[in-house]
């Protein structure tokens, strides 16, 4: 069965932190990893990364993706609190709909 | 443009009551897909469908649920005799194709509670 674990659950930064998003995977004719933001509303597309080694960069937030040791990390530096969300981590693989792990809860308090 | 409309946001059913939940896709995307996410959980896939078409169901619990989407109209997703451990967001994602292109575009949900 395909799985997708995020780590840290939880996570509490002061805003200027540095923080790292965790996500590894294990699936079966993987194509595609991606990254989403969830505040109380719609998930909202931040990455998607296909080849291993290469980092997307958007602003404060960027993401690169290792493909020989099945995990992907997302960074934010300089933390604001808006910043604060869900971010959850999403794998295409093969014909199957994505597979989405738990998500990482950030806050980052002032 | 307008992304992907859910409606209603919220909804409160009691117990053996039918829950209808309608999505609206992104104009012109002819590719929808339900997701549901129960609290600390992450999206879990429940149906893909195109026009007039179920593609993918694998997700969805054999009884009492059921999903469409018609030549016209939205594409509703139905819980008939809900039951407490339904309370949950639903989640109504739009893609132009087959998600192979890699973004989804989300609504904003639609949560229910089960009294």
Redo the contacts between chains.
């Keep these: 069965e395909d799985k997708v674990v995020q780590s840290p659950l939880s996570l509490v930064v002061h805003e200027g932190d540095t923080v790292t998003l965790n996500c590894s995977y294990e699936v079966t004719n993987f194509r595609s990893l991606l990254w989403y933001k969830q505040e109380k509303k719609a998930p909202t597309f931040l990455f998607m990364l296909t080849s291993s080694g290469i980092e997307k960069k958007s602003g404060r937030l960027s993401s690169i993706l290792d493909k020989k040791e099945l995990f992907s990390i997302l960074n934010i530096t300089a933390t604001q609190t808006g910043d604060s969300a869900i971010y959850l981590c999403a794998v295409e693989a093969g014909n199957t709909p994505l597979v989405f792990g738990k998500g990482t809860r950030l806050s980052v308090i002032a | 443009n307008a992304?992907?409309m859910q409606n209603p946001r919220h909804l409160v059913r009691r117990r053996g009551q039918e829950a209808r939940l309608r999505c609206s896709p992104v104009k012109g995307h002819s590719h929808v897909?339900w997701?549901r996410q129960l609290p600390?959980?992450?999206?879990?896939?429940m149906v893909?469908l195109q026009k007039e078409n179920i593609i993918?169901e694998s997700?969805m619990p054999k009884e009492r649920f059921s999903a469409e989407f018609p030549k016209e109209g939205p594409s509703i997703l139905r819980i008939q005799q809900v039951v407490r451990g339904d309370s949950a967001a639903y989640?109504c994602a739009s893609s132009p194709v087959?998600?192979?292109t890699?973004?989804?575009?989300?609504?904003?949900?639609s949560r229910l509670t089960v009294l």
Excluded at chain 2, 40 to 45: C, I, P, R, Y
Excluded at chain 2, 102 to 109: A, D, H, K
């Design positions: 992304g992907v897909y997701y600390e959980e992450g999206l879990k896939f893909y993918d997700g989640f087959w998600q192979s890699g973004e989804l575009f989300f609504g904003e949900g």
